[in-house]
């Protein structure tokens, strides 16, 4: 079993920047490929950024490209999602999701994912 927490969420102004945090327990990070999901009222759940289980892949979803920064760190079982320039249709609940697999690859689809934390609040004010 692996346990997820997600923290960091927080009300910001548009423009601003926010740092989530993703804590896992029950397993060595390193054997999981890490996922940030988020869900808007009225909407699925959109995957928003992945990172393979060595850090060297990523993926992004293109209206966060160059914005957002997915990163990890395995002795710190510790997951990541820099937010910079965030707009107020951001405003979701963030999940991040771990997958165990032994791919090196990322892991770009919902169905891959095994373990899900509770999500965190991002609120995006104009």
């Known amino acids: ?6 923290s960091g969420g927080r009300l910001v102004q548009a423009g601003g920047s926010l740092r989530l945090s993703c804590a896992a327990s029950g397993r060595t990070l390193s054997t999981l490929r890490m996922g940030w999901f988020r869900r808007t009222p009225g909407k699925e759940r959109e ?26 760190d395995n002795a710190k079982n510790t997951a990541y ?20 697999t032994s791919f090196y690859t990322v892991a770009a689809n919902e169905k891959q994912y095994d373990y899900w934390g509770q999500g965190t609040q991002v609120t995006v004010s104009s």
């Not at 079993?1 to 997600?6: F, G, P, T």
């Not at 707009?87 to 999701?97: G, L, Q, S």
């Open 1 to 6: 079993q692996v346990q997820l927490v997600e």
């Open 47 to 72: 995957l928003v950024a992945a990172i393979s289980r060595s850090g060297s892949s990523t993926y992004y979803l293109d209206s966060v490209k160059d914005r957002f920064t997915i990163s990890r």
């Open 81 to 100: 999602l820099q937010m910079n320039s965030l707009k107020p249709e951001e405003t979701a609940v963030y999940y991040c999701a771990a997958d165990v």
